[in-house]
T-cell receptor
Framework: KAGVTQTPRYLIKTRGQQVTLSCSPISGHRSVSWYQQTPGQGLQFLFE???????NKGNFPGRFSGRQFSNSRSEMNVSTLELGDSALYLC?????????????FGPGTRLTVT | GQSLEQPSEVTAVEGAIVQINCTYQTSGFYGLSWYQQHDGGAPTFLSY????GLEETGRFSSFLSRSDSYGYLLLQELQMKDSASYFC???????????FGKGTMLLVSP
């Protein structure tokens, strides 16, 4: 079974631009979560989608948004990029009803804002 | 909200045993998870404790004490490949989001 895939793997943008990141979960997984990882802050939760609905949202400004499609693929968008948005953006998918918090992470998208 | 505290770095030698502690503050949670992340790689799930006590999976064990708001990951027979960052995480009942600690970097030396 294929793992979680994320595209693109690397991205360089300038301040003020916007960016869209894509995530394809493991087949059969309907829950997709997004995290921002930086050296100082660790893994910070952005949002979680389940069956095309945003189920939870982390403490990030409205510039960060996302969506999930009917095939469970998800995208996140960051508008008006700031230097502080430079980070590794990780997507994770999970199977409901396992009784654990096992999430399967993709390799991430490394975003650099200059 | 919730917060988790874990040491930023732990060092050990090959063959040794190391314990990575995690203390948490949350208004109620489902369980404590542990993830491993090698440099440049994606986090991978190691273990989950919903109940108090010890869970063993090969060389790795994880412990939870709800009354002490404390858990730990125990790594035995350390190998060089165990050098990585280890994160504890909890899912809060109220918010239902998975919150991660800032991670513990484990350095295993020969």
């Amino acid at each position: 079974k294929a793992g979680v895939t994320q595209t693109p793997r690397y991205l360089i943008k300038t301040r003020g631009q916007q960016v869209t990141l894509s995530c394809s979960p493991i087949s059969g997984h309907r829950s997709v979560s997004w995290y921002q990882q930086t050296p100082g802050q660790g893994l910070q939760f952005l949002f979680e989608y389940f069956s095309e609905t945003q189920r939870n949202k982390g403490n990030f400004p409205g510039r960060f948004s996302g969506r999930q499609f009917s095939n469970s693929r998800s995208e996140m968008n960051v508008s008006t990029l700031e230097l502080g948005d430079s980070a590794l953006y990780l997507c994770a998918s999970s199977l409901e009803g396992t009784g654990t918090d096992e999430q399967y992470f993709g390799p991430g998208t490394r975003l650099t804002v200059t | 909200g919730q917060s988790l505290e874990q040491p930023s770095e732990v060092t050990a030698v090959e063959g040794a045993i190391v314990q990575i502690n995690c203390t948490y503050q949350t208004s109620g949670f489902y369980g404590l998870s542990w993830y491993q992340q090698h440099d440049g790689g994606a986090p991978t799930f190691l273990s989950y404790n919903a109940l108090d006590g010890l869970e063993e999976t090969g060389r790795f064990s994880s412990f939870l004490s709800r009354s002490d708001s404390y858990g730990y990951l125990l790594l035995q027979e350390l190998q060089m490949k165990d050098s990585a960052s280890y994160f504890c995480a909890v899912r809060d009942r109220g918010y239902s989001t998975l919150t991660f600690g800032k991670g513990t970097m484990l350095l295993v030396s020969p």
